[in-house]
């Protein structure tokens, strides 16, 4: 047997040893909400009314998920998510 067929074989025996080992100590898949509900909230830009609106939501179950500014605008739009139930 020529030296490049043994080099061959080996490529492919690990090949095979690499296929093997991966799919048994492939990590487990992780379980993520997959449906989310969302709110859409648009604010004054004023601190202590949006410190309101932030926490009242928080209590509710809702969690920020995006603030829109617009520059030069005078309101700040918040999405806030919740995982449907």
């Known amino acids: ?3 490049v067929s043994k080099v061959c074989l080996l490529v492919v025996a690990l090949s095979l040893v690499i296929i093997v080992v991966h799919t048994t100590v492939k990590p487990q898949p992780v379980r993520a909400a997959t449906r989310y509900k969302y709110l859409v909230v648009e604010y004054n830009w004023q601190p202590a009314a ?13 969690e920020l998920a995006a603030p829109v500014y617009v520059e030069g605008s005078a309101s700040v739009t918040l999405i806030f998510r919740q995982e449907a139930r």
């Not at 949006?50 to 809702?62: C, D, H, M, V």
């Open 50 to 62: 949006l410190q309101n609106e932030l926490n009242r939501r928080a209590a509710e179950g809702w």
């Open 1 to 3: 047997m020529s030296r």
